[in-house]
């Protein structure tokens, strides 16, 4: 019998930096995994003629279309469940997910944060770091849970904070680290050494930090 390669489906609402990382580390080979499609909540995402150009099945779910936020996540996970991922990557989905889609993909549904979780959950990650006085910012591969960035972290990547700093330059030097983070992490997920259950993420059997593993770049 032969076993199929492990499959992703991504989602975005915009350009979707981050699927075109996860691209670039499939065609590298540092990921093995095939995309199985890109699924947008925009019809316009600019990332779909991307994925499309890559040769990437795309679909639209338009949130717009729906009453609520819990008819327009229980059509998104038929859609998304069509595509039999072993994995989902929110990759710069700009909708904050309800039960009804999270709890259908617990275990295999990750997301990335621009800050070191638990610290700095939800917007303007990188000026609140700034204006704690922080020494380091980073950025959390997660398990998304129905608690907003609340799941159990996967990985983290430290970048120090420099005196002339902004969010803007703080953003754009983390960014590459985050491209690589995330794909790393799903390998990681992908190889069957991580296990989740009761909230709780174990590695190879043994509990990971509260932070998850500290990642360094290659």
Same mark, same amino acid.
Do not use: C
């Given at each position: 019998?032969?076993?199929?390669?492990?499959?992703?489906?991504?989602?975005?609402?915009?350009?979707? =930096? !981050?699927? /075109? %990382? @996860?691209?670039? *580390?499939?065609?590298? +080979?540092?990921?093995?995994?095939?995309?199985?499609? $890109? &699924?947008?909540?925009?019809?316009?995402?600019?990332?779909?003629?991307?994925?499309?150009?890559?040769?990437?099945?795309?679909?639209?779910?338009?949130?717009?279309?729906? =009453? !609520?936020? /819990? %008819? @327009?996540?229980? *059509?998104?996970?038929? +859609?998304?469940?069509?595509?039999?991922?072993?994995? $989902? &990557?929110?990759?710069?989905?700009?909708?904050?997910?309800?039960?009804?889609?999270?709890?259908?993909?617990?275990?295999?549904?990750?997301?990335?944060?621009?800050?070191?979780?638990?610290?700095?959950?939800?917007?303007?990650?990188?000026?609140?770091?700034?204006?704690?006085?922080?020494?380091?910012?980073?950025?959390?591969?997660?398990?998304?849970?129905?608690?907003?960035?609340?799941?159990?972290?996967?990985?983290?990547?430290?970048?120090?904070?420099?005196?002339?700093?902004?969010?803007?330059?703080?953003?754009?030097?983390?960014?590459?680290?985050?491209?690589?983070?995330?794909?790393?992490?799903?390998?990681?997920?992908?190889?069957?050494?991580?296990?989740?259950?009761?909230?709780?993420?174990?590695?190879?059997?043994?509990?990971?930090?509260?932070?998850?593993?500290?990642?360094?770049?290659?």
């Amino acid at each position: 019998m032969t076993t199929r390669e492990p499959r992703l489906v991504l989602l975005i609402s915009g350009r979707g =930096s !981050n699927m /075109e %990382a @996860f691209i670039r *580390a499939i065609e590298g +080979e540092t990921l093995q995994a095939t995309i199985g499609a $890109v &699924i947008s909540n925009e019809p316009d995402a600019a990332g779909l003629y991307i994925a499309e150009q890559a040769g990437i099945q795309t679909r639209v779910v338009p949130h717009r279309e729906y =009453s !609520n936020r /819990e %008819a @327009f996540d229980a *059509a998104l996970a038929t +859609e998304v469940a069509a595509h039999d991922p072993d994995l $989902v &990557i929110l990759a710069g989905f700009m909708r904050i997910l309800t039960p009804v889609f999270v709890d259908r993909f617990a275990g295999k549904l990750l997301n990335i944060h621009p800050s070191l979780l638990p610290k700095y959950p939800g917007l303007h990650t990188h000026q609140r770091a700034i204006d704690a006085g922080d020494s380091e910012a980073g950025a959390t591969v997660h398990y998304v849970t129905s608690q907003l960035d609340g799941g159990p972290p996967v990985m983290q990547v430290r970048l120090p904070i420099r005196s002339e700093d902004t969010a803007e330059s703080l953003a754009a030097r983390l960014l590459p680290l985050e491209h690589q983070l995330y794909p790393a992490a799903a390998a990681l997920h992908l190889s069957g050494r991580l296990h989740l259950s009761n909230g709780l993420l174990e590695l190879d059997g043994e509990p990971l930090p509260a932070t998850g593993i500290d990642w360094r770049p290659l």
